[in-house]
């Protein structure tokens, strides 16, 4: 059987399949081949059963034989690391997505393409304007473009529901959730991108070969799986859950807040966490009886916009709810144990650590976060590194400060006036008052399973939100007003993701003769 090469040539293979051997506790297939009087291991790539590794190692010992003799599609194609470089870096006028979705697609083709070819992992560092960077190219400047194929994207699916029994609902599970990541990889590869972007830099051969419906990873099939429909909390739950909540009002008032965010409003997390106190207000038009309507109105802010214009709305508050939040505005926060940093240290020792090692090894010292480390800097006026320092320093592209600030951020340090506390009214949250720890999603999340018999659910705060929105359907009648009231883009997300009748009404029908 010959070995089909790269470029279409074929050759006698130099080894038989018989002869790959596998080390002990290892998957990937090896052996030794005498080349100009030497004896060379040659490995086939990971994960890669015996067939392909055949292939695969044939090919290298003939590319190690024959040297420069060889020419093949792989020596001119750009490499995945090329590709990324240029969608991080793309004009918003030629990738639509902002800086965060494009993080989030880089992050999930590096979780897709590892392990198909050797090398370190990737490494993105996030820029002051917010913006990506390829830092480290890793295995991907191994990975020509040309071998991101519709297999790569198959064997990534199978392995992922590996050992999982077709048609339960642990497969469902992992296969809803393997459909994400693939769906998030490919849209590095979005047809504007490559039409505005790549097709200037990379060879339209290799384009093409993305989208090839044979072969191309832009038409690997999604795993079949069902999507469950969401289904309602038993009442027994829900009213422990009323029953045991409102003790939050004085023990914590940020997670009570966040409850009554998530039930008594119906916002997302994201919502909440940005919610401000400008956003509850009286709405012009009361309701049919003439009681006055409450709304809360979600709305952008500095550096923060809903995630699409449909989440930009006014949703109706029960009075209660609404005058609750009002009250927290003035709730004691007493200092709680997860809010002590421990980062005690003076001005000018946390600059110097700062400038002497990676905010999580500084972090590390004092047993806190990075995040909480780069908090107090901010704070305190303390210069930081910009993102990617460390690594060009470990790189030897930057000279190690050891502790010593930059002439200009020395000065501005010397230089440094106390900053102005932030708001503590302007948000509903007392965020500013959180030094990195553990938010009030988790701790809430924390409390429901610690307090709440027989709550089975993966999530809390979204939970929550899906029982206001079918309360909403409930009270109303009108998927279209829940659909409104929740920002959603069409009614049959409404319908089919979150609707569930919590109260079941006797329907009596007349019957014929009577």
Same mark, same amino acid.
């Given at each position: ?35 100009? #009087? ?73 979780? +897709?393409?590892?392990?198909? @070819?050797?090398? *370190? ?9 917010? *913006? ?22 198959? #064997?990534?699916?199978? /392995? ?6 077709? =048609? $339960? ?20 590869? $979005? ?47 829900? #009213? ?14 940020d997670l009570y807040a966040t409850f009554l965010l998530e039930f008594g409003c ?5 919502? &909440? ?27 952008? $802010? ?13 949703? $109706? +508050?029960?009075?209660?709810?609404? /005058? ?32 002497s090692e990676p905010a999580v090894a500084v972090g590390k010292r004092f047993g ?12 305190? =006026? ?10 060009? @320093?470990?790189?030897?592209? &930057?000279?190690?400060?050891?502790? /010593? ?8 340090? /010397? ?20 030094? =990195? ?20 659910r993966k999530q809390v705060g979204h939970e929550l939100r899906k029982l206001n929105?079918?309360? @909403? ?19 049959? &997300? ?5 609707? #569930? ?14």
């Open positions: 059987m010959k070995i089909e090469l790269e470029n279409g040539a074929k050759i006698a293979p130099y080894v038989k399949k018989e002869s790959l051997k596998q080390d002990r506790g290892v998957t990937t297939w090896r052996c030794r081949f005498t080349v100009k #009087d030497k004896r060379v291991k040659f490995s086939a790539n990971p994960h890669e059963n015996q067939d392909e590794a055949y292939v695969t190692i044939n090919r290298k010992i003939h590319t190690a034989i024959n040297g420069d003799k060889i020419e093949s599609k792989r020596s001119t194609a750009q490499t995945v690391a090329e590709v990324v470089a240029a969608y991080l870096g793309a004009k918003p006028s030629s990738v639509d997505a902002d800086h965060d979705t494009r993080k989030n697609n880089v992050s999930a083709l590096r979780i +897709v393409t590892r392990g198909v @070819v050797s090398g *370190s992992e990737p490494v993105i560092v996030k820029n002051k304007d917010g *913006s990506y960077e390829l830092t480290e190219p890793g295995f991907w400047s191994n990975l020509r473009l040309g071998k991101l194929t519709k297999k790569v994207g198959k #064997d990534f699916l199978d /392995q992922r529901v590996e050992g999982y029994k077709k =048609g $339960t609902t642990s497969f469902d599970e992992r296969g809803r959730g393997a459909n994400d990541v693939l769906r998030h990889a490919r849209g590095v590869f $979005t047809q504007k991108a490559i039409n505005e972007v790549y097709v200037e830099q990379f060879k339209q051969s290799d384009l093409e070969a993305l989208e090839d419906k044979k072969t191309g990873f832009l038409k690997v099939p999604f795993l079949k799986v069902r999507k469950p429909k969401w289904k309602a909390l038993p009442q027994s739950v829900v #009213d422990q859950i009323l029953a045991k909540v409102p003790a939050l009002e004085t023990e914590d008032p119906g916002l997302s997390w994201g919502e &909440v966490l940005h919610a401000q106190y400008s956003w509850l207000d009286e709405a012009p038009q009361p309701f049919d009886n003439g009681e006055t309507r409450y709304v809360i109105n979600v709305q952008p $802010t500095d550096g923060w916009v809903p995630k699409c214009q449909d989440r930009e709305r006014s949703s $109706t +508050v029960p009075a209660n709810i609404f /005058q609750k939040l009002l009250d927290l505005r003035l709730a004691p926060r007493a200092p709680r144990e997860d809010r002590k940093s421990g980062v005690t240290v003076s001005d000018e020792e946390l600059a110097r650590l700062v400038w806190v976060t990075s995040t909480t480390i780069k908090n107090h800097c901010e704070k305190r =006026g303390i210069p930081t590194p910009e993102s990617g320092f460390w690594t060009k @320093v470990q790189r030897g592209t &930057v000279e190690h400060p050891h502790g /010593q600030l930059p002439e200009k951020e020395r000065i501005r340090f /010397q230089l440094r006036t106390k900053q102005t506390p932030a708001p503590k009214d302007d948000y509903i949250l007392q965020r500013h008052r959180c030094e =990195g720890f553990t938010g009030a999603n988790r701790r809430l999340a924390r409390w429901f399973r610690a307090n709440i018999k027989g709550w089975d929105i079918s309360t @909403v359907v409930c009270e109303t009648g009108s998927l279209y007003e829940a659909s409104k009231h929740a920002g959603h883009s069409t009614i049959k &997300v409404t319908e089919t993701t979150y609707a #569930d009748i919590l109260k079941h009404k006797p329907i009596s029908l007349p019957f014929p003769n009577t």
